[in-house]
């Protein structure tokens, strides 16, 4: 890291952990600080302070962006199918990134005014403002929930039996998904799977899969993928770098050197649960 560079990552409010996987805040050093946002099935508002509040929509693929030097940003990672109210279905908001502004109006202005200062400040501004718009709103699509739960790659499931365990039809399923999460079922469950492995290797996990295979292969396999070429295959389709470039050589920590545990602990503390369809 550069001088003054820190990332700190932690669990939202407990009255947002429902919806939010995971905040941060993120400041830059003395040089622009290169960043590689990957798909995480749900979207994300970055925050810069003196600047305007961004939505990042759902990713189906790697958006790189060069965040200047001396900055300072808070953001938020929402679960999938748990996007913040807004006035478009995230199925029109994919692989982009849009200004609050042009979704929340005033009030977006009104954030950025109340926010300036402390980052630690404009953070705890920007959750209670979400919880207002949360309880304003109402319930996000609870099929939806379940079947995002459904998908997580410790319980392989198929669609068509997701579906029928959620009384929809497959059409019913992907349509609802499209609305709420950006990407139909399918797209999504190869999106966790991908997440399940980065979780795997952010927690430093030692891999149970088949014998002798331990590495990134092992846990590749933990995962769900067949084998590491299809880890493989899968990473340069999501983050267009392989397995071992994403990851520096080091299954125990990312490249970039920050600690994502805060937002990989809880997804890893489904894997040990029962499978919700049997």
Do not use: N
Not at 42 to 57: D, M, N, S, T, Y
Not at 67 to 88: E, I, K, M, N, S
Not at 172 to 192: H, Y
Not at 213 to 242: F, I, K, N
């Amino acid at each position: 890291m550069t001088v003054g560079e820190s990332y700190v990552e932690r669990p939202p409010l407990p009255a947002l952990a429902g919806v939010v996987r995971t905040v941060w805040i993120q400041r830059t050093g003395d040089a622009p600080y290169v960043q590689r946002h990957l798909p995480t099935g749900g979207v994300e508002i970055h925050f810069p302070l003196g600047g305007r509040p961004q939505l990042l929509g759902p990713l189906t693929g790697p958006h790189v962006e060069v965040v200047p030097a001396r900055t300072t940003l808070v953001g938020v990672r929402f679960r999938p199918g748990t996007a913040p109210p807004l006035p478009a279905a995230l199925g029109d908001l994919v692989d982009q990134r849009l200004d609050l502004a042009g979704l929340w109006g005033p009030a977006a202005g009104r954030l950025v005014e109340e926010a300036a200062g402390a980052p630690e400040r404009a953070l705890l501004l920007l959750q209670h403002h979400l919880l207002r718009r949360f309880r304003a709103a109402g319930r996000v699509d609870p099929l939806v929930r379940e079947a995002a739960t459904a998908l997580m790659p410790w319980q392989p499931v198929g669609i068509d039996t997701l579906a029928d365990h959620l009384a929809l039809s497959a059409s019913q399923l992907r349509r609802r998904c499209l609305q709420a999460v950006g990407m139909g079922p399918k797209v999504l469950q190869r999106t966790l799977r991908f997440q399940g492995f980065l979780a795997l290797a952010q927690a430093g996990a030692t891999a149970t899969g088949r014998r002798g295979v331990d590495g990134v292969a092992g846990l590749a396999v933990d995962a769900g993928y067949a084998d590491q070429a299809h880890l493989s295959r899968e990473c340069l389709r999501l983050t267009g770098v392989t397995p071992r470039e994403l990851l520096g050589g080091d299954v125990e920590r990312c490249a970039c050197g920050h600690d994502h545990s805060a937002s990989y602990l809880p997804f890893l503390a489904r894997r040990d649960r029962a499978p919700l369809l049997v």
